[in-house]
């Protein structure tokens, strides 16, 4: 996994410890390296 995957790929699974060696090497907070963007209903635009 590279970092322009993380980047371009809004659909990609970050697993914990992935998330977690990025933490490590940035020396920041999970909230720092994501967010949390709630899915939305491609039908119809809601939640």
């Keep these: ?3 322009s995957k993380l980047a371009n790929n809004k659909r ?3 697993e914990i410890d992935t998330a977690d060696k990025l933490c490590e ?3 920041c ?3 720092e ?3 949390h963007v709630p899915a ?3 039908t119809d635009g809601q939640k």
């Design 1 to 3: 996994m590279t970092l």
């Design 12 to 14: 990609y699974n970050v």
């Design 25 to 27: 090497y940035f020396e």
């Design 29 to 31: 907070g999970v909230g």
């Design 33 to 35: 390296v994501a967010e």
């Design 40 to 42: 939305v209903n491609e």
